[in-house]
């Protein structure tokens, strides 16, 4: 059945207007999201990111006819300062601070589209743009699921933000040319999602490899940073390996951070083994 978006994203203004978020999530996304508000909350985000450029953000909605246009402003009442506050909280997850080497952001350009797809980062030389599809806005929000929408709403731009700030492999190619750059530009973006609990442990897909990127090579880096190297810090010194390590490799940016006892893939091995992938 055809659900009908535009009496429920009128019902969810009422909702938000009154102090409350009408949602009929099942207690797992509930779990989940209120997970990612603790993990936020408990993160100590350097107070020096508070005045930090992070470029000008132009919001623009080019599908205000659309259903999934009317819900995200239901959910999002100020764009630009949503925008900047996610901008902080990734730059808080690659680096130590503001006075590390930070590719220059002048601008991003973000805006919600009629289109198939998720979202998506382009543009470059400083000048950021960012698509968010209002179509997965309404898939997302296909059971009046408020909690759901915003828990994948704010991981999915932590993800398109982290290629804004993130630093790139040097000496392999490019994003289009190497598979390696490819699994770390990937990888790095959804480990800021996991790690900012934008991610819940069944979103983690099983088996695979972390040249597969994006999940899961994203949880896999998490996993190290919080159960191998037991470090706060790995994922700032793996982001950092990609002006270190030259010609960039998985299994040389471990050695730098980690030391030089460690192997990329032995480490994959143990973490397929401690998640129960394999026996």
Not at 60 to 78: L, Q, R, V
Request: aromatic residues 12%.
């Amino acid at each position: 059945m055809k659900k009908n978006f535009s009496v429920l994203a009128s019902l969810l203004t009422m909702a938000l207007a009154g102090g409350m978020l009408a949602s009929c999530a099942g207690n797992q996304n509930k779990k989940e999201a209120a997970e990612a508000a603790e993990v936020t909350e408990a993160k100590a985000i350097n107070p020096a990111w508070n005045t930090y450029n992070v470029g000008e953000i132009i919001f623009e909605d080019k599908a205000p006819e659309t259903e999934g246009s009317k819900i995200y402003h239901a959910i999002i009442s100020d764009p630009k300062s949503y925008i900047e506050e996610k901008a902080r909280i990734v730059l808080n997850t690659l680096y130590f601070s503001p006075e590390d080497s930070i590719p220059h952001c002048n601008q991003i350009h973000y805006t919600l589209e009629d289109s198939e797809g998720i979202s998506a980062k382009g543009g470059g030389n400083g000048f950021v743009s960012i698509f968010y599809s209002t179509r997965h806005i309404e898939k997302s929000f296909v059971n009046n699921d408020t909690t759901k929408l915003h828990y994948e709403t704010t991981g999915v731009l932590l993800h398109e933000l982290t290629h804004a700030f993130q630093l790139e492999p040097q000496g392999i190619g490019s994003y289009g040319t190497n598979k390696t750059n490819w699994a770390f530009i990937e990888g790095m973006a959804d480990a800021v999602r996991v790690d900012n609990g934008y991610f819940g442990p069944n979103d983690r897909p099983k088996g695979g490899n972390y040249m597969d990127g994006y999940r899961h090579c994203g949880f896999f880096l998490v996993w190290l940073k919080n159960e191998k190297a037991k470090d706060p810090d790995f994922l700032r010194k793996f982001n950092r390996t990609a002006l270190e390590v030259i010609p960039w490799s998985f299994d040389g940016a471990i050695k730098k951070v980690m030391g030089e006892q460690y192997n990329i893939d032995d480490l994959w091995a143990e973490y397929m083994k401690a998640m129960g992938d394999v026996q």
